[in-house]
């Protein structure tokens, strides 16, 4: 039967604990996610529904973060899907869907790739959802966005701000 001192020992013989018995390791989790605001305009109601062309829809989507406290960042995806046609705007809605991001023990490098890649393709389909239920709900067919490679918008900005800071002109922040 081991004593109380054997079972300290075999604690800090952890290699993921430092010499004084923390924790080391990387460690990333979602937090929490949720809907930090929601904007649905129709302005022309109820004309709009009597219009028989094929709106044009536009989606703007852009992602930010922020550090909040020790370990936890808040990483925002903001989405804006617009639909016009020739007599005017059928609808307009803004979404500005967040997640608390905990990091700890993570190299900056990794650290910026999960915020602005990994942390957006969780939260996306969550924000898909309440956009497409949003512009059903506005009275129109619900808007289906279609999957978004995160990773690869990632790895195209790094390219471009690499070209950028290149020809010597300042690096783009946040965007994908």
Same mark, same amino acid.
């Given at each position: 039967m081991a004593d109380e001192n054997d079972v300290l020992t075999d604690l800090n013989m952890?290699?993921?604990a430092g010499a004084n018995g923390a924790d080391n390791r990387p460690t990333v989790g979602?937090?929490?996610?949720? *809907?930090?605001d929601l904007s649905v305009e129709n302005p022309n109601a109820p004309k709009s529904y009597q219009w028989n062309e094929q709106p044009r829809v536009d989606v703007q989507v852009n992602i930010a973060a922020e550090k909040v406290a020790d370990d #936890?960042?808040? #990483?925002?995806?903001?989405?804006?899907?617009?639909?016009? =046609?020739?007599?005017g705007n059928?609808?307009? #809605?803004?979404?500005?869907?967040a997640g608390l991001v905990g990091i700890r023990n993570v190299p900056e490098d990794a650290t910026h790739a999960f915020?602005?890649?990994?942390?957006?393709r969780l939260?996306?389909?969550?924000?898909?959802? *309440?956009?497409?239920?949003a512009v059903r709900d506005a009275g129109f067919p619900p808007l289906l966005l279609d999957p978004m490679?995160? =990773?690869?918008?990632?790895q195209q900005q790094l390219q471009a701000r690499a070209a950028q800071q290149g020809e010597g002109a300042p690096a783009p922040t946040g965007n994908a």
């Open positions: 952890d290699p993921a979602l937090l929490n996610q949720y *809907i930090k #936890v960042h808040e #990483v925002e995806l903001k989405v804006t899907a617009r639909a016009d =046609g020739s007599q059928l609808y307009l #809605v803004e979404l500005a869907y915020l602005f890649a990994e942390t957006p939260l996306f389909p969550f924000a898909r959802a *309440i956009i497409s239920d490679d995160f =990773g690869a918008l990632y």
